[in-house]
């Protein structure tokens, strides 16, 4: 009877911060075809585990030696899909930054280093992740553009190892030089072809710089392979075997870990109760919670927004022409305006206007009243939170006997559907987990009465709003 032998040869499993298991509910690995091919003829398996995968060699009787030797400098690659892409983007960080985040069209690029390999399943080797800008076919144009149009670009391509590689051949079939020359074009562009079939599929980086390489215009990481250019992946696992982790040595342990995506967590407290008058008090969210194992922390809210309220110094419709600017930028900008001018000016009314201060992070910024200019840092400073920087602006605009115009802290923030609100922010970020958050708790004060013993936690579908260097989940409670 022949005994038909197969030893391990890597176990992959995939987790996710998200469960309590801390195991993924998504990722679908396959070999790429080139993969198969290179598990074929050396008599190897893919199979599925419950939490990853798994590949194996056939052997000889000793169980190591294998009976087919493919040697050692190899590379492994799977394309990694998702099985419900919006649920998982969802709940998942894949920046690597905040000047680096991915986006719909990039590449996930997962990477072993043969130097730190594990054959402990208790602590698996965790794959590195990087971010490539997208994927492309072997023989693709590149056609891109710059602010300051140089007249001539120096385009240069290097592989997965930082060597430069040539992109096609002349008219005498001779390798192109490793740097290429690209003029700008009448239409403001620059366009190359650039010709990888002759090379490994895998990472390649695309450098235009200056003729000397003193100055880099733009680079583009990418990831080529024909076989994979319209698949709808999430991204590529490389796992790569040479001298430092030789292909059947030790069954090798490797990881996937997705982090769980984190928001700062914004609630809209919108007062439609006759039993709540922010004229005389006020609400205050605490959290009373505990982490009890859970990645949460006790966090604090505090006041988001601040607003003040702008009413002309005489009634009458000349109030309705003192106008209202902001400069300064910021996404979000400082401070929204209720408009231009002020408004509502009557024989019997004075005209009034409304300003929030909605981002208390921006420093430089200008409100201009009636030609008067208030610069943050100048005129008046902005204080810790956004209550504190509008009441230094208004202690600024009442010093100002120029500005015909009265200004005062108004009781609430912003109206929604014409109902008072006030808004808190978490002032760290909080974590998407299975497990809800308990006890973030709606005071009322004076007291202080419990309004709501556990706010609503924001829904991983839920609206959320990215901004420069914040990303943040909207939660709205009616009460």
């Known amino acids: 009877m022949i005994n038909i032998n197969y030893t ?24 790429t075809g080139e993969t198969k091919s290179l598990l074929k003829n050396g008599k190897m398996l893919f199979k599925n585990l419950p939490h990853g995968v798994t590949v194996l060699y056939r052997a000889e009787d000793d169980e190591v030696t294998p009976f087919v030797d493919l040697g050692t400098n190899q590379h492994l690659v799977f ?8 649920s998982f983007l969802n709940i998942t960080d894949l920046d690597e930054s905040l000047s680096r985040r991915y986006q719909s069209r990039n590449i996930i690029y997962l990477t072993n280093d043969p130097a730190q390999a594990s054959s402990n399943k208790n602590s698996p080797q965790v794959l590195n992740s990087e971010i490539l800008d997208t994927l492309r076919n072997q023989l693709f144009t590149f056609t891109y553009s710059i602010d300051s149009s140089p007249a001539t670009t120096f385009l240069t391509v290097t592989d997965r190892s930082d060597i430069a590689v040539s992109v096609g051949t002349d008219t005498e079939g001779d390798p192109l030089p490793l740097t290429l020359p690209v003029t700008l074009q009448s239409n403001g562009e620059y366009s190359r072809q650039i010709d990888l079939r002759d090379k490994p599929k895998g990472k390649y980086t695309i450098t235009i710089a200056n003729s000397d390489g003193s100055v880099t215009y733009k680079t583009e990481e990418i990831y080529a392979d024909n076989q994979l250019e ?8 490389d796992l790569e075997y040479n001298d430092d982790n030789e292909l059947y040595g030790d069954t090798e342990e490797y990881k996937i870990l997705f982090n769980r995506l984190n928001t700062t967590w914004k609630y809209f407290i919108v007062n439609k109760s006759a039993n709540l008058d922010f004229s ?13 194992g859970t990645p949460y922390i006790t966090n604090v809210f505090s006041r988001a927004y ?16 003192i106008t209202l600017s902001y400069s300064g930028g910021g996404n979000p900008p ?39 200019d208030f610069t943050e840092g100048v005129e008046f400073s902005a204080g810790t939170t956004a209550t504190a920087t509008a ?10 006997g120029s500005v015909t115009v009265g200004a005062e802290t108004m009781d609430y923030d912003v109206l929604i559907n014409d109902l008072q609100t006030v808004v808190f922010e978490s002032d760290e970020r909080i974590p998407f987990f299975e497990t809800p958050k308990l006890k973030i708790e709606l005071l009322k004060e004076p007291g202080p009465e419990r309004i709501v013993p556990h706010l ?5 579908s839920g609206n959320k709003k990215e901004y420069d260097d914040k990303l943040e989940s909207e939660i709205y409670v009616f009460i």
């Not at 319209?230 to 696992?237: A, M, Q």
């Open 456 to 460: 609503s936690n924001p829904s991983p």
């Open 230 to 237: 319209n698949k709808n992946i999430l991204g590529i696992v």
């Open 391 to 400: 009441s230094n602006l208004i202690t600024a605009i009442e010093g100002e």
């Open 8 to 31: 391990r040869l890597f176990n992959l499993v995939v987790g996710h911060g998200y469960f309590k298991d801390g195991h993924d509910r998504f990722i679908i690995l396959t070999p």
């Open 280 to 292: 005389s008090e006020s609400v205050a969210i605490s959290d009373a919670g505990t982490a009890n």
């Open 306 to 321: 601040a607003s003040i309220l702008l009413t002309a110094d005489s009634i009458g419709p000349d109030g309705n022409e």
């Open 79 to 86: 394309k990694i899909e998702i099985n419900d892409i919006n």
């Open 334 to 372: 400082a401070v929204i305006l209720s408009g231009k001018t002020l408004s509502g000016g009557t024989d019997t009314d004075a005209a009034t206007a409304v300003i929030t201060i909605i981002n208390n992070d921006i420093e430089d910024f200008t409100i201009s009243i009636d030609g008067v």
